[in-house]
């Protein structure tokens, strides 16, 4: 757990600030996208070279971990 912390990083500067992954100019936004249309990890690394199957891993991590808050219905 927390494999991410080695993998995402956010500098003002890039991308407006949003997670990305190693410095690069590609988010986890953009990972999760790629995820929701369909994409497999085998299709976005063929895309992507520069990325590793442990960085999107990291980037769904990340994001499942930003999830984890109460919500209180009103």
């Keep these: 757990m927390y494999i991410y912390k080695n993998i ?3 500098e003002p500067g890039k991308r407006s600030g949003k997670p990305c992954i190693r410095g ?3 988010t986890v936004e ?3 996208h790629w995820l929701a249309s369909d994409m497999t990890f085998d299709d976005i690394l ?3 070279p520069e990325l590793t199957k442990e960085d ?3 980037a769904l991590e990340f994001a499942a971990l930003r999830q984890q808050r109460t ?3 009103a």
Excluded: E, P, W, Y
């Design 30 to 32: 953009d990972i999760l």
């Design 46 to 48: 063929q895309d992507f």
């Design 71 to 73: 919500v209180i219905a």
């Design 56 to 58: 999107l891993v990291a």
């Design 24 to 26: 690069m100019r590609i």
């Design 8 to 10: 995402i990083t956010i």
